[in-house]
């Protein structure tokens, strides 16, 4: 889809945070921010080894959201697992410690 593809080179063109969090509050809806805020979340939690049931009682939502992350994060080339590396303990390859 060409539209998401423009969308992917503009969010990765911006490097302000104050841009990057003006563009997203005139794109999508408070609902729309705190669901992908909420799966971030849930995705570091997972990375953090915190137990899927957990996880689902503490966040309030459905085993089902929570093993798709786990999916995610289990793949080679996770770019969620590696950012998550990389931001939680510094571990650039995304390897979980």
């Known amino acids: 889809m060409e539209d998401l ?3 992917i080179e503009v969010f990765a063109e911006i490097n302000s ?3 990057m969090n003006k563009l997203f509050r005139e794109l999508f809806t408070v609902k729309e921010i705190y669901d992908v805020a909420l799966r971030w979340r849930l995705m570091k939690d997972l990375y953090r080894k915190v137990p899927q ?3 689902a009682h503490d966040l309030g939502i ?3 959201k929570i ?6 994060l289990k793949e080679d080339t996770s770019q ?9 303990n510094g571990d650039e ?3 979980q410690k």
């Open 5 to 7: 593809k423009e969308l």
């Open 17 to 19: 945070y104050d841009e």
């Open 53 to 55: 049931r957990e996880i």
């Open 62 to 64: 459905s085993l089902c």
């Open 67 to 72: 093993t798709r992350g786990s999916k995610i």
């Open 80 to 88: 969620c697992r590696k950012i998550i590396g990389t931001l939680l």
């Open 93 to 95: 390859a995304g390897t």
